[in-house]
């Protein structure tokens, strides 16, 4: 897809997506195509914003989609918080994910204003499909998450060690940036009044301890072969086809890694404490074993995959546990962080980031 770099503005505001500009931008895809008129639905707001718009066509419209939905910064306050991870989006929907071999929603626009610090994207009306969206309250199947793990295995296999990653490798700052605001002494006062602050304290009892503790695993990270990351990978941004195949929404953070990144959150996110016990080695088994199967002949180990997992347990410390709830909800946050300290104390956080 070609990407729409552009020094005019993009829409700012979901009320500034109109039908005229829809029929400019999709006509990328479809030429010719006249919009005459939307209805606007379904709006969730979270680190981007997102609505449906029910499309009305001239002349018909056979064969176009009946709607698509919208997704950029149309919250001005948000938007400067992420605006970096807006245009990453945009930029992997136009650059890379035609070599994703994972079930994504399909892009009809995928734009970028610089000067304006905002990128937005047009996608497929997944609800036509029927699909089933996740959420960290879903009772996730061994089966599911099996998928999941290697649908991942194989992106990974895809990207693995390739030399096309170099110039995305600067898109792991804006996700660790954030993270270190995250420590910062006023936010993490307020973390501590949360439930389950006694088990984090007893790992990291201060911001700095928190701080140390992703540099490690940053630095960890680095010297390992990189691979290209989901890069949020938690359960709220997975759908399920009719069938359970499982899809991978939300491409915000995506940067070349460390698998252990993708693995931690997905398992920690989706399975609660006595799943993830019972299951998480096999799963990591499994990751390798689909790896191979892929054609990665530097694998490594089962014992250096298990110790990247452990360690990168140090991601949703920050990312699960100290959460804004403008971000996710209390609710979700809260049912998270607790699957991620119980991770942490269970698999010896400290040690795995003490390893070499």
Request: aromatic share 8%; net charge negative.
């Amino acid at each position: 897809m070609p990407l729409q770099t552009t020094r005019t503005s993009l829409p700012l505001t979901l009320e500034e997506v109109n039908p005229d500009w829809l029929t400019r931008v999709l006509r990328t895809q479809f030429p010719g195509v006249t919009i005459t008129s939307t209805v606007r639905g379904a709006e969730r707001a979270g680190t981007s914003t997102s609505a449906r718009f029910a499309l009305t066509y001239a002349a018909g419209g056979t064969g176009l989609p009946a709607a698509v939905y919208v997704k950029g910064g149309f919250d001005a306050v948000m938007r400067r918080r992420v605006w970096a991870a807006l245009i990453q989006e945009a930029r992997f929907y136009a650059e890379l994910a035609d070599d994703v071999p994972l079930n994504i929603p399909r892009a009809y626009f995928a734009g970028v204003d610089e000067q304006g610090r905002q990128g937005v994207v047009i996608l497929e009306d997944l609800t036509a499909r029927g699909v089933r969206f996740g959420h960290a309250t879903d009772n996730v199947t061994l089966d599911s998450v099996a998928a999941c793990v290697t649908g991942l295995a194989a992106l990974h296999a895809r990207f693995w060690g390739n030399t096309r990653l170099g110039p995305y490798r600067h898109w792991a700052e804006p996700q660790r940036a954030y993270l270190r605001y995250l420590c910062r002494p006023k936010h993490w006062a307020d973390v501590l009044r949360r439930p389950d602050a006694d088990l984090l304290v007893q790992l990291l009892p201060t911001p700095e301890a928190a701080l140390a503790g992703l540099d490690a695993m940053w630095a960890a990270n680095d010297a390992r072969t990189p691979t290209l990351l989901h890069g949020d990978c938690h359960g709220g941004n997975l759908f399920f086809e009719a069938d359970g195949h499982p899809g991978f929404l939300d491409w915000q953070c995506t940067f070349p890694g460390n698998p252990g990144h993708d693995l931690g959150e997905l398992l920690l996110t989706t399975l609660d404490t006595g799943d993830r016990r019972g299951w998480e080695r096999d799963l990591i088994g499994l990751y390798r074993d689909v790896l191979v199967g892929h054609g990665v002949r530097d694998a490594p180990s089962r014992e250096k995959l298990w110790l990247d997992y452990r360690r990168n347990i140090m991601h949703d410390m920050v990312s699960s546990v100290l959460n804004p709830y403008d971000m996710q909800t209390a609710e979700v946050t809260t049912i998270t962080a607790g699957r991620t300290l119980r991770a942490a104390h269970d698999l010896d956080l400290l040690d795995a980031l003490a390893q070499p």
